[in-house]
């Protein structure tokens, strides 16, 4: 009658067997005394034989042998084969007790066949090590979902996410079918490496020097030498640098994707794949807890925001319009309906100033006192073809720039209060 595993019984169990004659061990008995034939696995090893099944003893490990029947394999003829199962409540023991004895059975014994059937300390390192990953891999979306809307617009994921990442999540869109009716389920959808690579391979258009070398190969004047130097130095770039960059984030979360492949496809483990996950665990949590906690604090300058509306200029000149962005800067449009939004020009600085002084010229006209925000941006500017999502980017440049006043005004038709444009005279 087999004992019955315990709770906290650990189980090492492995195949092992002879193709070739080498090991010239041909029954139980014989790979007792070849499994015992070194200390560096026993302090105090004794064997067992009971109803011809072998054993070996050894305080808290028991080792049990079973021989295969290869008799009958189809393709090769195989001398012999077994099956060991080493059982231990002590963790820590089996944990290095695995390795040492598959190098016995290898190197000693000359069994050149090995696999590993049963591997319970595999089992526990992975089932301790995944919920940390799946920890930090959660923690980094929310800290990707914060920062890139608040601070770009709800159509970051097109400008700030690698075009290979965005393809591979198209191609994944029918995985989750529930809350993606209901809510945005992109940032679910992407690879562990790939979330990381947001952070520090993303893109945006006014983030120029992708390639420095290409960037100085083109630098001709002192003024160009200058603005490269901004760019590099920009509050975005620097914002990054110090917060990820400089605190290593690249090295320590390509190092913990490696783990969490093992982890994935269900890899065999040491105690070492666990001490690291910890150590990187909480080395990445903080780097990135600390990065959150800045996110109010950033705030880009005046000549970023110009950036990438100059970005979105260029990509209306090679083109005979452009898909309006569905928000840019600080303006908050969770009231407007984004729903099929037309194709859109992108307002030039001078057009904006002359329609802005056309509206506030006819607020005596329409018995009103204030030019609505929402309504110049979306009613006046959108009726004449103008992209709203930059226009809300120009706006709050030009608040920046104080040539515009961004101000709240309380309307007795409205609960909230709204949000109201003039020109700073």
């Known amino acids: 009658m087999t004992k019955k595993k315990t709770e906290n019984e650990y189980c090492f169990e492995v195949l092992i067997l002879d193709p070739n004659g080498k090991s010239e061990i041909l029954s139980p008995k014989s790979l007792v005394y070849g499994i015992m034939s070194t200390e560096k696995l026993w302090s105090n090893a004794k064997s067992v034989e009971k109803n011809g099944e072998f054993s070996i003893l050894d305080g808290e490990i028991e080792l049990k042998i079973k021989p295969v029947d290869t008799s009958s394999t189809l393709y090769d003829l195989i001398e012999a084969g077994f099956v060991i199962k080493v059982k231990s409540e002590n963790f820590e023991k089996l944990e290095r007790f695995r390795l040492l004895f598959v190098i016995h059975l290898r190197n000693r014994l000359s069994f050149e066949h090995i696999r590993i059937l049963t591997d319970d300390v595999s089992t526990e390192i992975s089932n301790k090590a995944y919920p940390l990953i799946n920890e930090l891999e959660n923690l980094l979306r929310r800290y990707i979902s914060k ?59 006014f983030n120029r020097p992708q390639n420095l070398a290409d960037s100085l190969s083109q630098v001709n004047t002192i003024e160009e030498l200058e603005k490269l130097k901004a760019d590099l130095d920009s509050n975005y770039n620097r914002f990054f640098k110090e917060n990820f960059k400089d605190k290593g984030f690249d090295k320590k979360w390509k190092q913990l994707f490696k783990i969490r492949n093992k982890v994935a496809h269900n890899n065999l483990f040491v105690i070492d794949d666990l001490n690291n996950t910890v150590s990187l665990h909480d080395e990445l949590k903080e780097i990135i807890l600390n990065a959150e906690s800045k996110i109010d604090e950033f705030k880009f300058s005046v000549e970023e925001q110009v950036a990438i509306r100059e970005k979105i200029s260029d990509k209306a000149e090679n083109s ?106």
């Open 147 to 205: 920062f890139f809307t608040q601070k770009i617009g709800l159509d970051w994921w097109q400008k700030a996410v690698p075009d290979k990442v965005i393809d591979k999540t198209k191609m994944r869109t029918g995985n989750e079918n529930v809350f993606s009716n209901i809510v945005q389920t992109d940032l679910t959808l992407i690879d562990f490496d790939d979330l990381g690579e947001i952070i520090y391979k993303h893109k945006l258009g």
């Open 320 to 425: 005979e319009s452009i898909e309006s962005p569905k928000v840019l800067g600080k303006i908050d449009l969770s009231e407007y309906e984004r729903d099929e939004q037309p194709l859109f020009d992108v307002i030039t600085e001078e057009d904006f100033f002359k329609e802005l002084e056309r509206a506030e010229n006819s607020l005596k006209y329409n018995h009103l006192t204030y030019v609505g925000l929402k309504s110049f941006i979306t009613k006046l500017l959108g009726s004449k073809g103008y992209a709203y999502g930059p226009s809300y980017a120009l706006a709050n440049i030009l608040k920046e720039q104080n040539k515009v006043e961004i101000y709240d005004v309380e309307d007795p038709a409205s609960y909230w209060p709204v949000k109201a444009i003039k020109i700073v005279k």
